[in-house]
Each structure stands twice: as C-alpha cells, then as structure tokens.
C-alpha cells in the first residue's frame, strides 16, 4: 500500500495574488500555461538568487512557481514577496506535516497540479543542478509539441564505469519500450497536465523508481516522449 500523498493545502501565494488567477499566464493567444515545480530548494537565499535568474521570456507562460519540500520547515518561511521582488509571479510552498519520500512529493506535486489552471507541469531542482536559464529552450520545446513529454538530458553521467552501466541499463530499456531516450533518470522534465490525469501516477513507487514508472505509463498511454 502506497503513503498518502502529503497534503498541499496550506500554501502561501506570493505577492498576495491568488496563484489560481494566474494573470501572467493569460496572455492573448494560445500559449502553454507552465506550472514550475521546484524541490531540493530549501534555502531561501539560494532559492531566491534561483529565481532572480530566471528568463523574462518565460514570465508571461509562468501560472504559478511551487517550492516542493519534503519535510516540514525548521525556521518560519519568508513571505515569498521576499523571494520573488519585483518580478510578477506567483510562488507557494508545499509543506508537508512530516518527512516526506520522493515519490510521495513527486505525487503530491502532480495532485495539485492536475486540479490548476496549467497545460504543462515542469519538475526540477530549484538548485544550480537545474539552472533556471534551461527554462527557455523547454519552454520553446514544449510550445513545438504541446502533446510531448519533455526529458533534459543531464550533461555528466559519474565516471566511465557509471557512464557504461547507464548505457547499457538505457540501451536496454530503449529495447524493451521501444523508445530512443538518453536518460531514464534525469529528474528534469516537463510532462502534459492532460497525461497527468490518465495515468495512475498515484500506484507508483515511493522512491526514485517513480521516474522510470511514469515513462513507462506515459508509453502506455501512447503520449510521445
């Protein structure tokens, strides 16, 4: 039996909008309304150097940025105006009643997503591991193919002997999904609200595994990675 999913009804809305308007993300013209997604960022200064960085171009698309942590805070949280400045978006943290898996804040984030006025969710670190300049490329590569799911290769793989038990562990999941992915384990990605809500992403595992489960019910589902 799976852990409930944390609850994610007590969030804090950034510069006292209601992130459920989304006014940034509702701009003449069809464009994908983004729900950014942010874990391992639990430190406020870095969070909000994060944030500083990133593109402009993406402001308009941005619906609401969720700070995903996986336990509850230590020290009280900074009233996200704090983070954001003067930039026009609207930020909530998610915090949980107690330690929280990865799968479990993985679902949670996706629980909330789905019941939200956004097209695409974006899940990644709110951390130099992730710099935030990455958002305009997969911003862009999400407008070329709205049905698409989208997985950002990592740049290093460890060391030669990791990097050969990674292509061979890829080479053999290729085979079997029939598939042409780089990196079954980067954790940075953007899937379709739409996906989202047909697959049972609430079954999977509590741990890391649930990144492979979801693309492999993404295949399922037919929806192109």
């Known amino acids: 039996m799976r852990s409930p999913v944390p609850d994610l009804s007590d969030p804090i809305a950034a510069r006292g909008d209601d992130a459920q308007r989304a006014p940034s993300a509702r701009r003449e013209g ?43 805070p230590e020290a009280p949280l900074p009233p996200p105006e704090e983070i954001v400045g003067d930039r026009p ?13 990865p799968g479990e804040v993985r679902r949670a984030a996706f629980e909330y997503a789905i019941t939200r006025p956004v097209d695409h969710v974006i899940v990644m670190h709110g951390t130099d591991a992730h710099p935030p300049e990455i958002l305009e490329p997969l911003a862009k590569a999400i407008a070329e193919d709205p049905r698409r799911a989208v997985l950002v290769t990592r740049d290093r793989m460890g060391g030669s002997l990791a990097a050969l038990r990674h292509r061979l562990l890829t080479a053999v999941q290729n085979r079997i999904l029939g598939l042409r992915i780089r990196d079954y384990h980067t954790r940075l990605r953007a899937y379709p609200v739409a996906a989202l809500r047909r697959i049972p992403f609430q079954l999977d595992a509590d741990d890391a595994l649930i990144d492979a489960e979801l693309i492999i019910q993404l295949r399922c589902l037919g929806v192109p990675i």
């Open 30 to 72: 069809r464009c994908a309304r983004l729900g950014l997604f942010l874990f391992d960022c639990s430190d406020p200064a870095a969070l909000r150097a994060w944030i500083e960085r990133v593109p402009r171009s993406v402001e308009p698309r941005l619906a609401e940025i969720v700070v995903m942590l996986d336990r509850p």
């Open 89 to 101: 978006l609207a930020l909530r943290f998610h915090r949980p009643p107690r330690v929280s898996t």
